[in-house]
């Protein structure tokens, strides 16, 4: 680090007439802001290269800050120290895939998200109070979505695959699965979608309703509220399940305000929830007879679809231990081939955790979960300590949907969908740049 520090001072003390007397740097902060925005509103309609390849350039613009403007430093936490770890030893499965051609493209996925990442921390280090408009952004995308997916739904529109196991279900029962305008388009990669990007808009409801601008915080408690019945709505069953830890997550967090004063308005309210959610799941036969199959266990056919998938994953990730077989889900579904079922072809291993042991070997898998482990408990030892009300309600925001995202990872891998990504490292670097500036 002292290294790349030292290199760094250097190129600044080189650049700084050039700095001083360039329009184009002098203004670089604009630009880059503007590119990271682009991100998240091309998210909703782009393809995944077009989504990447902003994110690109945000991350050159980024590099050139660094290297030209003086006093701009690189540091490095702990939870990072994991990250760094993870990413190094993903570097050697690379090099060791016998598939490398293939994998070097999953690797390039993975060094722009992360590359993102840090281009985003860099960024936020002075200028914290782009954070809300930064989450105002993705609360737009996602409000859009939850408007289009909600009108989808009274189109009846046609499924573009088979999305659900009809063959034990009367007509009524059948639920319209909407999937938005995002690409390529899948219920599921929206439930994701909003499993991520959810808590941001009851987020910013919560942040300016402390900010007393009472009007801007009931349009986007509207927001989120659309939205949470649209995600119920893409007939994901695994947000459905991220969507429980959004709701226990929010919950938990404001009984540090409300559970000593208002202790029965808390419980209050906790009780109309779940009342709410018992009444619709009786009356709509749609949605309980979707929320019922994820109990089936083999008598559904996605469900079963799943455990042969897993247990393929398994047998893959035993013979590949160590580095795994190298990043990327073309590599994935290459050797993949060699232990399925017949019949049962799959794109990934439908769980995050597995997913990454099969690509990049066990020790992998140990850094992603000591990153996210340290990233969370930095997070909550901050909500319980802080006194500052609005920075606490931005953290929650953004750690309760780093947690959804990776329970909805459990039984699903559109994790692994730019649009998804995005929207999760960016929370992370927001969590870093609260926590630690």
Same mark, same amino acid.
């Given at each position: ?29 604009? !630009? ?20 990447? +390849? ?6 050159? !613009? ?21 990250? $760094? ?41 002075? @200028? ?6 930064? $989450? ?16 989808? @739904? ?54 300016? &309703?402390?900010?007393?601008? +009472? ?31 959004? !709701? ?32 619709? $799941?009786? +009356? ?35 013979? @590949? ?46 850094? &992603? ?13 901050? *909500? ?50 609260? *926590?630690?500036?």
């Amino acid at each position: 680090m002292t290294m790349f520090s030292d290199l760094i001072q250097f190129t600044q003390s080189k650049c700084e007439y050039l700095y001083k007397n360039s329009l184009f740097l002098q203004n670089i902060d604009k !630009l880059i802001f503007a590119s990271i925005i682009a991100v998240f509103l091309s998210s909703a309609v782009m393809s995944s290269d077009v989504i990447g +390849f902003i994110a690109l350039i945000a991350v050159f !613009l980024n590099f050139v800050k660094i290297l030209t403007k003086q006093d701009e430093k690189l540091d490095c936490k702990t939870f990072e120290l994991w990250l $760094l770890a993870y990413f190094m030893i993903v570097i050697i499965s690379l090099a060791g895939s016998t598939l490398f051609h293939l994998s070097l493209k999953g690797f390039f996925k993975t060094f722009t998200y992360l590359a993102f990442y840090a281009s985003l921390v860099q960024y936020l280090k002075n @200028n914290k109070h782009k954070i809300p408009f930064i $989450l105002g952004t993705i609360g737009v995308c996602i409000s859009f979505e939850a408007v289009v997916g909600f009108l989808q @739904n009274f189109a009846h529109v046609d499924e573009i695959s088979t999305w659900q196991d009809v063959s034990k279900l009367n007509p009524e029962e059948v639920m319209t699965r909407v999937y938005g305008t995002l690409k390529p388009y899948n219920p599921n990669l929206l439930g994701g979608y909003f499993v991520a990007g959810i808590p941001a808009i009851y987020g910013l409801a919560a942040y300016y &309703f402390a900010d007393k601008k +009472f009007k801007v915080s009931f349009v986007w408690l509207f927001g989120a509220l659309l939205s949470t019945v649209t995600l119920f709505l893409t007939g994901c069953r695994g947000s459905y399940i991220g969507m429980m830890v959004i !709701l226990v997550g929010m919950f938990a967090v404001s009984a540090k305000y409300l559970w000593q004063n208002y202790k029965q308005i808390y419980l209050s309210a906790a009780g109309a929830v779940i009342l709410f959610a018992t009444i619709v $799941l009786m +009356f709509v036969s749609s949605l309980r007879a979707r929320v019922l199959s994820i109990f089936a266990m083999r008598q559904d056919s996605s469900n079963s679809f799943r455990f042969n998938v897993y247990n393929s994953s398994l047998q893959m990730f035993k013979d @590949n231990w160590l580095l795994g077989i190298g990043v990327g889900n073309q590599n994935f579904r290459e050797i993949y081939g060699i232990y399925m079922k017949t019949g049962f072809d799959a794109l990934s291993a439908y769980n995050i955790f597995l997913e990454i042991a099969v690509e990049s070997g066990v020790f992998a898998l140990i850094a &992603f979960v000591g990153f996210l482990i340290t990233l969370i408990k930095n997070a909550v030892n901050y *909500i319980l300590k802080s006194t500052d009300i609005k920075s606490v309600i931005i953290v929650s925001a953004c750690i309760i949907s780093v947690c959804a995202v990776c329970v909805h990872g459990f039984v699903d891998t559109v994790f692994f969908r730019p649009q998804i990504q995005f929207v999760f490292w960016t929370m992370v670097a927001i969590i870093r740049t609260i *926590i630690f500036y």
